[in-house]
C-alpha cells in the first residue's frame, strides 16, 4: 500500500512539473493507467515500458488523422516523458457519457483503414537488376509475340 502511496506521489510531482497541471488526485484505472483529475479537466496518464511507441505516434500524426486521441506535449514538447525506468504519457480522459456505441466504434475503425489505404505509402528499395530483369524480360515477350 505504501508503494501505492509514493507511486502516486511521483506521478502527481511528474505531471505537475512536466505538464503544469495541478493534480488533484489520481485514480488506478488498470495496473499502467490512471485517471488524472485537476481542477478544470480529466486526464489520462498512461505507463510504458519504451519510447519508441512515440515515434509512431510521431508517425500517424504525419498522417493527419483526426480519428485518433491527441496526446499532450510535455513542457520540453515530447509526447513522452521519462518516469523511473519507464515512461508516461497523458491524454484526455473519454468520460463514460461520450462513449462510442460498438457500431460506431467499428465503423470508424473502417474509415481509419480506407483513410490509411488511400493516403499513405511505405518505401521500398529495387536493385538495380530488378529493373534489368523486367527490362529484358519485357524484351524477351516482345521478341515472342513477334514470331507468333
Request: net charge positive; hydrophobic share 40%.
Amino acid at each position: 500500500m505504501q508503494d501505492k502511496f509514493l507511486l502516486f506521489l511521483m506521478l502527481q510531482k511528474i505531471i505537475q512539473t512536466k505538464y503544469d497541471l495541478d493534480v488533484i488526485g489520481l485514480i488506478q484505472i488498470s495496473p499502467h493507467v490512471y485517471k488524472v483529475k485537476t481542477a478544470n479537466h480529466f486526464y489520462c496518464v498512461k505507463i510504458v515500458d519504451e519510447k519508441k511507441l512515440e515515434v509512431a505516434y510521431q508517425h500517424l500524426n504525419t498522417l493527419h488523422l483526426h480519428h485518433f486521441i491527441h496526446l499532450i506535449l510535455n513542457n520540453e514538447q515530447h509526447y513522452f516523458t521519462p518516469f523511473q525506468d519507464q515512461y508516461i504519457y497523458l491524454m484526455p480522459y473519454l468520460q463514460e457519457d461520450n462513449h462510442i456505441k460498438k457500431g460506431m466504434k467499428i465503423k470508424t475503425y473502417y474509415q481509419i483503414l480506407a483513410y490509411l489505404h488511400n493516403h499513405s505509402f511505405f518505401m521500398q528499395h529495387e536493385e538495380d537488376a530488378f529493373y534489368v530483369l523486367m527490362i529484358v524480360l519485357a524484351i524477351d515477350a516482345k521478341k515472342c509475340s513477334r514470331n507468333k
